[in-house]
């Protein structure tokens, strides 16, 4: 099982930009798919987007598509998250997941970061 650690969440006004990171230990991510999900209050986990092993090919959610780049470095076990142009609707709780298989669903993670909360101001 690999462990995973978000971080560089905070708040921010609408139309700034964050980047998140999400290391991860206990075994290398170099071979695996890895993304990002979001939960607002009261809402469900709703997939972000993800890259494949070699950071080539990427995939996003219609609502961040252009707005949002995923990258990752497998040297250093970590994939990031650049968001620029945030809105307020992007306040949510950002989660880093490792995945099973090419579904973006909840249930095709096999490890879940702790998450790090990202707050959009208007």
């Known amino acids: 099982q690999v462990q995973l650690v978000e971080s560089g969440g905070g708040l921010v006004q609408a139309g700034g930009s964050l980047r998140l990171s999400c290391v991860a230990s206990?075994?290398?991510?170099?071979?695996?798919?890895m993304g990002w999900f979001r939960q607002a209050p009261g809402q469900e986990r709703e997939f972000v987007g993800r890259?494949?092993?070699?950071?080539?090919?990427?995939s996003y959610a219609d609502s961040v598509k252009g707005r949002f780049t995923i990258s990752r470095d497998n040297a250093k076990n970590t994939v990031f998250l650049q968001m620029n142009s945030l809105k307020p609707e992007d306040t949510a709780v950002y989660y880093c997941?490792?995945?099973?298989?090419?579904?973006?669903?909840?249930?095709?993670?096999?490890?879940w970061g702790q998450g790090t909360q990202v707050t959009v101001s208007s």
């Open positions: 206990g075994r290398t991510i170099s071979t695996s798919l």
């Open positions: 997941a490792r995945f099973r298989n090419f579904g973006t669903a909840s249930t095709s993670v096999a490890d």
């Open positions: 890259v494949n092993s070699n950071g080539i090919i990427t």
